[in-house]
């Protein structure tokens, strides 16, 4: 019998999950994925909003505040990539300086620091691609950039090395809900758990339905993205956003924790599976971004990608114990600024909610820092071949694009979550994130995982079941 079971293993669940781990209980994580992070969490824009945006008084403009504020340290503990790099909404008329205005005071009401309303020239100043017909901006120094599928990732291994247990295939699919609740996967795996935490993201309407529980629903909207070479990281250097209209904040322009330029994302409503890229969609973010600056590197693109929202009727986050069922927290609707809440979402749920249910003792052997906290293409020389003298595979390039090593691969396949597929090597250690995007290391990646797993290499996929990179041997 587990204490908490958190179904849902995006930024949500793993930063909660984390959370738990730092008291004396037995928990556990359960994903539909055969992987972790394969949601929301792993395709947004990995923007740490200073929190100006969302409305007075909502739990979206409470926890963004106090996530935002969280967020330097927590990377820091987990070894990922966090920049304060700040924050632009740009205005291109006298109306839109008005609702930047309101968009400060907002702000200040919502308790973010550092605002300011700068002119022209100082905007340009901050960023010389600007467009000419931009008239000022509201700068917002508390924005920050972070790397969401290493949060994700790292808060997860860093619970799972604290004593969590996770389990991968295991869609739920079944809830009995007596004195404890009985939860069944869609495969025949049973769990048992005295509370329960839905952070399903798109699928946490039909986790909550199984325990009776109707009191919102969830839809997807979809956004698309280009991501530019890291050729062109320097163009822009603080996030730039529009200034937002009834229809939303639009498009942004921003440079990525890896030194890449990313734009996007578009807004359309479709059913949660469909990732795909549209050209109508792609064309949107281009001419956009052309809209805001001059001379944007689009001759750079090296993919494009698009993630749902899983966005709520009640367009705020829900984040409580459910009327339904007691033990039962929903933790749902979980969408922008949800990345950068979800440290502050965590501590809620566990120190205010789980602890009115279950007695919380601190676990005294919790460490909250997950190693390695560098990144080896980061370091000196120096330091790199005091790693390759300890292990001569930090000394051979899997990546060239990303200048991986063989040993970071391994350490994927190795450290808690282990990567099982090509996807989850990527999203781990950047091998297939570069200018080629696999085209040159995705058979030595293959390679590595059937090799430090004991298969064969057409057991190897790029996602899970069904997607096998080859068939057998040819010769
Ligand atoms: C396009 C886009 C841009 C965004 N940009 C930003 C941004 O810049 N800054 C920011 O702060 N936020 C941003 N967000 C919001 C942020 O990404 C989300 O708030 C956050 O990722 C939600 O995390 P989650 O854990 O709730 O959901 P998810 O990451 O979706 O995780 C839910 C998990 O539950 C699993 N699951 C589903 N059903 C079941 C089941 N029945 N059984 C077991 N597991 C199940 C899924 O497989 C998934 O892994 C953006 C979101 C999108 C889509």
New binding site residues.
């Given amino acids: 019998m587990f204490d908490v079971a958190v179904?849902?293993?995006?930024?949500?669940?793993g930063a909660i999950l984390r959370k738990l781990s730092s008291y004396n209980l037995k928990i556990c994580l359960?994903?539909?994925?055969n992987d972790?992070?394969?949601?929301?969490?792993k395709?947004?824009?990995?923007?740490?909003?200073a929190g100006f945006d969302a409305s007075v008084g909502t739990l979206k403009a409470k926890f963004n505040v106090l996530g935002n504020a969280m967020m330097p340290k927590y990377a820091r503990e987990l070894g990922v990539k966090y920049e304060n790099n700040g924050s632009l909404v740009v205005a291109f008329s006298d109306e839109e300086m008005i609702t930047l205005g309101e968009l400060k005071e907002r702000g200040i009401r919502n308790g973010v620091q550092g605002l300011e309303i700068i002119d022209q020239a100082k905007l340009r100043e901050l960023e010389p691609n600007i467009s000419p017909n931009a008239v000022g901006a509201l700068l917002a120094k508390t924005g920050g950039i972070i790397c969401?599928y290493e949060l994700t990732i790292a808060s997860i291994g860093n619970a799972m090395d604290n004593g969590a247990t996770l389990f991968t295939n295991?869609?739920?699919?079944k809830i009995n809900a007596g004195d404890s609740f009985e939860i069944y996967s869609a495969n025949g795996q049973k769990v048992q758990s005295k509370i329960v935490v839905n952070?399903?993201?798109?699928?946490s309407q039909?986790?909550a339905n199984l325990i009776g529980d109707y009191s919102f629903t969830i839809g997807g909207r979809r956004?698309e993205y280009i991501l530019l070479d890291r050729e062109s990281g320097g163009f822009a250097k603080h996030t730039l956003f529009f200034t937002p209209t009834k229809k939303g904040k639009g498009i942004l322009i921003s440079p990525t924790v890896d030194g890449n330029l990313l734009l996007g994302?578009t807004a359309d409503e479709v059913d949660f599976n469909n990732t795909d890229t549209t050209q109508i969609g792609l064309q949107s973010v281009i001419d956009k971004a052309n809209e805001m600056c001059v001379g944007v590197p689009t001759y750079n693109v090296i993919t494009s990608f698009a993630?749902?929202?899983?966005y709520c009727d009640k367009h705020d986050f829900i984040i409580e114990e459910s009327n339904v069922k007691n033990g039962f927290i929903n933790?749902v609707g979980?969408?922008?600024?949800?990345?950068?809440?979800a440290p502050a979402i965590a501590e809620y749920v566990v120190d205010e909610i789980i602890s009115k249910r279950i007695t919380l003792t601190k676990n005294p052997n919790f460490n909250g820092v997950r190693k390695p906290d560098y990144f080896f293409s980061k370091l000196t020389v120096e330091e790199k071949n005091e790693i390759i003298k300890k292990d001569p595979s930090y000394g051979r390039i899997v990546c060239r694009c990303e200048r991986i090593t063989e040993g970071e691969i391994v350490r994927a396949l190795t450290q808690n979550p282990r990567a099982t597929d090509i996807d989850g090597v990527k999203r781990r250690t950047r091998a297939g994130m570069g200018r080629c995007q696999g085209g040159f290391c995705q058979p030595y990646v293959a390679d590595l995982i059937a090799k430090v797993n004991g298969v064969t290499i057409d057991k190897v996929t790029k996602n899970g079941k069904g997607s096998e990179i080859v068939v057998g041997e040819t010769k």
């Fill in positions: 179904i849902g293993g995006g930024v949500i669940g359960l994903e539909k994925g972790v992070c394969v949601g929301q969490s395709a947004n824009s990995g923007i740490v909003h969401p295991f869609e739920v699919d952070c399903a993201g798109y699928g039909k986790v956004g994302p993630g749902v929202r899983a933790c979980i969408e922008s600024p949800g990345l950068t809440s």
